[in-house]
């Protein structure tokens, strides 16, 4: 499966974003989808997840309460969407397809096979 995603750019603090990825070759619906960000300077970290069926979400601390994922599987499209966005938000987001143990969304990247090649968000004051 490849993937493709979008919606970055450049925006305050305080405002909201939406970012989206959209995969092709394969049926999104066949994975548990995941993103990730890495900032400047720092490692690749998880954000969320959501099973293949949108049945479970998973969060990382700094994403709860401000970022929920989405998917619409007859669109082929995940989604982040960013409230109440922070400076330390700024990364290169990136979304992933986790293979197995679809029902079971993962916050390790060991566990997703295909990324795509993300997107940049910056967060201005």
């Known amino acids: 499966v490849q993937l493709q995603a979008s919606g970055g750019g450049l925006v305050q603090a305080g405002a909201s974003l939406r970012l989206s990825c959209t995969a092709s070759g394969r049926t999104l619906s066949n994975y548990a989808m995941g993103w990730f960000r890495r900032a400047p300077g720092k490692e690749r970290e998880f954000v969320a997840s959501i099973a293949r069926n949108g049945g479970s979400t998973y969060y990382e601390n700094f994403a709860k309460g401000r970022f929920t994922i989405s998917r619409d599987n007859a669109m082929n499209t995940v989604y982040l969407h960013m409230d109440s966005l922070k400076l330390e938000d700024t990364a290169v987001y990136y979304c992933?397809?986790?293979?197995?143990?679809?029902?079971?969304?993962?916050?390790?990247?060991?566990?997703?096979?295909?990324w795509g090649q993300g997107t940049l968000v910056t967060v201005s004051s």
């Open positions: 992933a397809a986790q293979s197995w143990g679809t029902d079971h969304p993962s916050g390790s990247q060991l566990m997703y096979d295909f």
